[in-house]
């Protein structure tokens, strides 16, 4: 089974430019979560998408970041136009509704120069 | 959210038992109990959860005792392998997953 995998692996812009992040959960995962760790921080939540809808999106941090998960499949995470202070490592994981398990990917490395 | 207090870090030896205390004073009766690890350049892994009493798979061990303020994850004979961060969550059960992470153990396994 594959696992989630994100895209890209890293990824540098400059500030003011804008970086979409891609997320492929597992296969039959309804739920899909973001987070991040931003330098020196805790790993921090963002949103939960249940299929295609945002069940929480408490943790996003300001109106430079919008998700999307268009069809309840692959979700992405953009950030326009991003700041200094967006660098950092980027999660999404998944999860099944019979699990509590939530399965993660690799991150996506964000530097923002 | 319950507040999580667990040690910054811990060394160990190949073929030792590591067990890693978290404090969670403050835990709602429907919280869940879930011990994450991470690996450097990874995403956390899921290891184990609990709500009371003993939990065990074939990674670890989760002991919560009644009150349920504390847990101890324990690391059967850890190999040089297991050098991760160790990470500490309480879930509310109807908060849809959503996971806090705090700063985690930093585990050290020595050979």
């Known amino acids: 089974e594959a696992g989630v995998t994100q895209f890209p692996s890293h990824s540098v812009i400059e500030k003011g430019q804008t970086v979409t992040l891609r997320c492929d959960p597992i296969?039959?995962?309804?739920?899909l979560y973001w987070y991040r760790r931003v330098m020196g921080k805790e790993i921090k939540f963002l949103l939960h998408?249940?299929?295609?809808?945002?069940?929480?999106e408490s943790g996003m941090p300001n109106n430079r970041f919008l998700a999307e998960r268009t069809g309840g499949t692959y979700s992405t995470l953009k950030v326009q136009p991003a700041e200094l202070e967006d660098s950092g490592v980027y999660f999404c994981?998944?999860?099944?509704?019979?699990?509590?398990?939530?399965?993660f990917g690799p991150g996506t490395r964000l530097t923002v120069t | 959210l319950a507040k999580i207090t667990q040690p910054i870090s811990m060394d160990s030896y190949e073929g030792q038992e590591v067990n890693i205390t978290c404090s969670h004073n403050?835990?709602?009766?429907?919280?869940?109990i879930t011990w994450y690890q991470q690996f450097p350049s990874q995403g956390p892994r899921f290891i184990i959860q609990?709500?009371?009493t003993k939990v065990t798979n074939e990674v670890a061990s989760l002991f919560i005792p009644a009150d349920r303020k504390s847990s101890t994850l324990s690391l059967p004979r850890v190999s040089l392998s297991d050098t991760a961060v160790y990470y500490c969550?309480?879930?509310?059960?109807?908060?849809?997953?959503?996971?806090?992470f705090g700063g985690g153990t930093r585990v050290l396994v020595k050979p």
């Open positions: 994981a998944s999860r099944a509704d019979s699990s509590y398990e939530q399965y």
């Open positions: 969550l309480v879930v509310p059960k109807a908060a849809g997953n959503k996971l806090t």
């Open positions: 403050n835990i709602a009766t429907n919280d869940y």
């Open positions: 296969s039959g995962h309804d739920n």
């Open positions: 998408f249940v299929k295609e809808s945002k069940q929480d």
């Open positions: 609990g709500y009371k």
